[in-house]
């Protein structure tokens, strides 16, 4: 039973994910941390963490991501160390070739994963479904070798120093078909810091349309909080991307979290739960957000804010 | 310029839930059906780029009979046709992606955009399969899209918002990630037209499965959030005590 651990970086950075990666892994056996970039030798260092027996380095492709190679480096590992499980972050990344490898191994893959375990000889993966009202165990019948992409933020990241073996695999790779040309920050607003503020007050579809930003700016605005919302009120063009909290948004840590008419994707709980004290008001007794709520009111949302604004 | 849009209807729960006999799923009998929101806006790219550079839209779903009501929304739209694959099993992307390959391939179409991931599976997998499987590049989770001679820059939408511009040659398999465009609603006379369009029905070739659900359960709850009661007043009240006490 061996593990293999994919590193992510992005501008020489190795993510947080991989060494969470590392701490998921090690229950499942020896773990390996690949590390594939132009100049992996810097980025190695940084994956030597407690747990981690080997670090194989791929020196190929481009200093940034780019998913051919990735997928051509892979795909020569898994066909070299023939691992029992693949481990990659349920990130935009791994999305970018994860199922490629597997489509084209005949690999057993999930992605979301949150839960993992073996069963004898047996790779069992807990994910959600249904927007996370349901759980359900999936198995892999005749994989040789499993790939999955795991939750964020769901284990904790492994630390310490490991004093891996170092090995190096070549890989020829084909020049990519997509290929990086440059980073590009969202464009500056002049707007608020959201991740400054101690009390957010957030707003999510619940709130219907346009029209109700304006009474919730106010209400912010007199209750000393700080307006912001979550993916589909940006999505609609009725707030800026500054304002929006969750994985493709900012990730906030206010001391008070209001989420007004937010379900609570998985993408977005990722921005917020770590919030000192979260209340979640929503018509849904079922939505996910109450799952990390602290404080909850199932009730109109628009009733409350009238409320709210007599006591301001 | 032919483009094709790998769509699915998606189930959503409302407040009770049961499972089939065998527990490898839910019961159908409470779901609500819907067509994927990421699809809608990758049904809206493809509508845009016809309507600025000619051609056609074909979708193409997965699904039994009652998952043509997702194809007539984007025939409503304005897609001019429509493919549905049978005996597809559920909730295993990369055999999905062995489906849609077959159509994919006699289509052979310019450009291929799926949503980045259904609702109610969110695995973001299907559309990078299948790019493999009919060997075409791909890109993920793009917010804009621009078309070029034999190639098309994309904007990769990274996490904390950040943003890769790629270069892409083309055809390419492309996911379309939510916000991209404005989709459009379909009037009633295109939904009236739409309900009269003859939709394709082709058998699935059988895949190999890439996973298998063994069983579906409620999770159990944590702690879960202290309820506020019901009474909007009150709510108000114990938000603002708490507002109070924890930014002192």
Redo the contacts between chains.
Sequence with gaps: MSVLVVTEH?QGTVRDVTRELVTAGRPLGPVAVAVIARDPGPLAAAVDVEGVEEIVTVAAGAD?????TY?QALEALIESRRPRVVLLG????A??????????L???????VHGVALEGEAV??TR????????????????ETVLLLLRPTTWPPAEGTGGAAVSSLAVEVAPP??????????AATGDVDITQA??LLSIGRGIGDADAIAQFEGLAAK???TLSVS??I????WMP?SR?VG?????VKP??Y?AFGISGA?QHLAGMKAS??????NT???ASI??V????????LF??A???E??? | MRTVVCIKQVRTLGDEVEFTDDGRDVDPDYVDLALNEWDSFATEEALQLKERLGGEVVVVTCGPEESEAALRRCLAMGADRAVRIEGVAAHDPIGVAHALAEVVRDEEPDLVLCGVQSSDSVQAATGTALAELVELPRVAVVTRLEPGDGKATAHRELEGGLVDVVEVDLPAVLTIQTGINQPRYANLRAIKQAEQVEITVRQAASAPAASRVRRMFVPPRGEGAEMLGTDPGEVARRIADLVKERTA
């Design positions: 992005l940034e991501f780019e998913g051919d997928q349920f990130t935009v990344n999305m970018s070739y994860a199922a490629a490898v597997a489509a084209k005949g690999l057993g893959y999930a992605s979301d069992i993966a959600s479904f249904y927007a996370g009202k349901v759980s359900a165990e999936l198995e892999f019948p005749g994989a078909r997509a290929r990086h040309v440059e980073f590009t920050e969202p101690d009390v209750m000393g909080a993916r589909p940006v999505d609609a063009g991307a929006q994985q493709s948004g900012k990730t001391k008070v209001l998985v000192g004290t979260i209340v979640a008001v849904d007794p079922e109450f799952g709520a602290h404080y909850g009111a199932v009730v109109d009733d409350v009238e409320e709210l007599k006591l301001y």
